[in-house]
């Protein structure tokens, strides 16, 4: 049993920001995120739920590891929303396997 409540469609959670050196296009800057879709079945042997949101389709999050950060994400990202911030510079967007 978990220690967290279950996540709710439409609940606000705190999402942190992800950065990257070889794929800025999909940078995205942390803050409450709406939850849009809930799935066990993202991780065969999850004991606890996964958790998309509208402001990054496509991406799952695992809830458990969310709820470990939420007093953290609050201090640091407080009101902001959560949103895509993508880098199109070139040199921030090179397959760095080739180096």
């Known amino acids: 049993m978990s220690a967290f409540p279950e996540p709710e469609i439409g609940q606000d959670v705190y ?3 992800e950065l990257y050196l070889s794929h800025g296009r999909d940078d995205f800057r942390g803050g409450l995120c709406r939850i849009v879709g809930i799935s066990r079945d993202v991780v065969s042997s999850a004991e606890h ?3 998309e949101v509208a ?3 496509g991406h799952w999050y695992s809830w458990q590891s969310l709820m470990d950060e939420q007093d953290r994400l609050r201090d640091e990202h407080g009101d902001r929303r959560g ?4 880098d199109r510079r070139p040199e921030f967007n090179e397959d760095w396997a080739d180096a």
């Not at 949103?83 to 993508?86: A, E, I, R």
């Open 15 to 17: 999402l942190p920001s």
């Open 55 to 57: 402001e990054r389709p």
């Open 49 to 51: 739920p996964f958790v």
């Open 83 to 86: 949103h895509p911030d993508p």
